[in-house]
């Protein structure tokens, strides 16, 4: 079990990781409990199977990108973490705790209420290829709306959260302006800024950069890294922006209908794919 | 300012000098019922068109039932339950005037829902999915996020519908109510010209109509620019077309 990105201070450090043993497996902490966890995951949207007894464990702070073809399923998985599609069978764990159906005492799968899944999903943030600020509000505006209204925080101390956060995503001078009013790329840092501020503990991010123009993926991956190397937030991204992939995932996840063919390292994945399917679909992108 | 008898038939003038007084009491019925109908209906409206995309089946059954209770049935005749039935059945006295606004609000209300409903579904879902994501309770989502966006939608649908509500304040006729319609008919049955009562009527109608449409549409215009963008036209459109679908 790797623990260099798994506990401690700072970010793990990819330099360390040893090209041997890839971590397929859960990785635990003390308490023996991944970060994330899938057990037995199905979902169907009418009687097109998606995913199909999906399992398969994210540790604490590990980085781990979806990829695979369109409709293999990338986007359904962080939409049932996020809570945004309801489960057709199985369990998500959130630090070992159920996030929208348990087990009752029989053994029998139960849907949680809405209180407590809303106290489990407060550990979720997500970014959404297409921004979706809100039109309604300004810039820092979009960024304090939630810890104030959810966290509770004042509003004082939301709004200086918010500047550090705006600084951090290079957007310090934009906080009082509409978000209309600013580029693709400068959106999603403030969706990125607004979804940091709370505090998430898993973090995800579906093709953030897809609806961008090439000269605006830049920035908006750069911010990405120094979340990365700054934090050890836990993240899901589906991305197509294989160098970034490699950068700064510890894991890469090969989909395809609903199953994980293939999973390594991302030097190890994207330089010697064992899978059939998956050299092709490198070869398709790259 | 051109003499009045100058632009106006000699008739108009003569039965303003005569009778403004009572056409004055006349239109502040119609005004009152105009106001107070249109605060009930707007929300009648919001509660209607709030439960219908409620995540409960139950209330949105409910609502909907409501709604086609009083959109499938006649104004005139929910108006006499009110003012006939109920103070027979029941010891709530005898109001007309609550009556009729309590009517008309129940009628335009259930019609403005069916606005609000549109409004709040043509937001687009992103914004709702943005809203789980932040983990935002169902009052702050609706409240601080959601309205905001749909209000500005909402309001060219509702706004024709004041319209509609002001003209309806004709119904108080039935119920023997002195408003507009009502004195007019009575100027009419004493001997005043027909055609010159009816048209003082339809220039005061038309001017408090304008007046409430005038300030919906302030409010419209306001709710636009807090959004830093014109709602595209489709958008307003789609929401006032499933209102009267
Ligand atoms: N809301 C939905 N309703 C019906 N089918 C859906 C819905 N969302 C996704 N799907 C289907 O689920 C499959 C997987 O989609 P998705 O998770 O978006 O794949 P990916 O992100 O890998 O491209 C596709 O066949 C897609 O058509
Ligand atoms: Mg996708």
Same mark, same amino acid.
């Given at each position: 079990m790797p623990t260099d990105k798994t506990d401690g201070a700072g970010a793990p450090d990819l #330099?360390?990781? +040893?090209?041997a043993a890839v971590q397929t497996g859960p990785d635990f902490d003390g308490n023996g409990r991944p970060r994330i966890a899938f057990e037995d995951v199905s979902k169907q949207f009418g009687k097109n199977v998606?995913? %199909? &007894?999906l399992n398969f464990n994210v540790a604490k702070g590990e980085r781990v990108t979806l990829i695979g073809? +369109?409709?293999?399923g990338k986007t359904t998985i962080l939409r049932l973490l996020m809570t945004l599609e309801e489960l057709s069978g199985g369990f998500i764990y959130v630090d070992g705790d159920p996030l929208t159906h348990r087990k009752n005492d029989a053994g029998k799968r139960v849907a949680m209420k809405p209180k407590e899944i809303s106290v489990i999903r407060k550990r979720i943030g997500m970014v959404f290829?297409?921004? %979706?600020?809100?039109? %309604?509000? +300004?810039v820092i505006e979009n960024i304090t709306e939630a810890p104030i209204h959810?966290?509770?925080?004042s509003k004082d101390e939301a709004r200086e959260k918010a500047k550090k956060l705006l600084d951090q995503v290079g957007?310090? &001078?934009?906080? *009082? *302006?509409?978000? $209309?009013?600013? !580029?693709g790329g400068q959106q999603q840092r403030v969706a990125i800024a607004r979804a940091l501020a709370m505090e998430p503990e898993i973090l995800l991010l579906d *093709?953030? $950069? !897809?609806?961008?123009d090439p000269e605006l993926v830049g920035d908006v991956l750069g911010v990405l890294r120094d979340v990365a190397n700054s934090t050890d937030i836990t993240m899901l991204l589906v991305t197509h922006e294989m160098q970034f992939a490699r950068d700064v995932s510890h894991r890469v996840m090969m989909f395809d209908a609903g199953h994980i063919i293939e999973e390594a390292e991302p030097d190890a994945m994207f330089s &010697?794919?064992?899978?059939e399917r998956t050299k092709k679909f490198l070869q398709a992108i790259l | 300012m051109p003499d009045l008898s100058s632009i106006a038939p000699a008739g108009v003038v003569e039965t303003l000098q005569d009778h403004w007084h009572t056409l004055l009491d006349g239109l502040k019925v119609t005004l009152e019922l105009s106001v107070f109908g249109g605060a009930v209906a707007f929300v009648v409206a919001v509660v209607l068109g709030l439960a219908a995309i409620s995540r409960l089946a139950v209330v949105r059954t409910v609502s909907r039932i409501i709604v086609e209770f009083f959109r499938g049935t006649s104004l005139v005749v929910q108006l006499f339950v009110l003012v006939y039935v109920l103070p027979q059945a029941t010891s709530?006295? #005898?109001?007309p005037l609550l009556f009729c606004v309590i009517a008309l609000g129940l009628n335009y209300g259930a019609y403005g829902s069916e606005v609000v409903r549109g409004s709040l579904n043509a937001v687009p879902p992103g914004q709702w999915e943005t809203t789980t994501a932040l983990s935002m309770s169902w009052l702050t989502k609706i409240r601080r996020v959601i309205w905001p966006q749909a209000w500005a939608l909402m309001l060219p649908g509702l706004n024709n519908l004041m319209v509609m509500l002001v003209k309806g304040t004709a119904i108080a006729l039935f119920i023997g109510l002195p408003d507009l319609t009502s004195v007019g008919d009575d100027l009419r049955k004493s001997g005043v010209d027909a055609w010159t009562v009816y048209g003082i009527s339809f220039v005061l109608y038309y001017l408090a109509a304008l007046a409430f449409s005038a300030f919906l549409r302030h409010l419209e215009v306001r709710a636009q620019r807090r959004l830093g963008i014109r709602p595209s036209k489709v958008k307003t459109a789609q929401a006032t077309a499933e209102a009267v679908a």
């Open positions: #330099s360390k990781q +040893s090209g998606v995913l %199909n &007894d073809p +369109s409709g293999s290829q297409q921004f %979706n600020l809100f039109p %309604n509000m +300004s959810v966290l509770g925080q957007l310090g &001078d934009r906080a *009082e *302006e509409h978000p $209309t009013r600013l !580029s *093709e953030v $950069t !897809s609806a961008l &010697d794919p064992q899978h | 709530v006295g #005898s109001h």
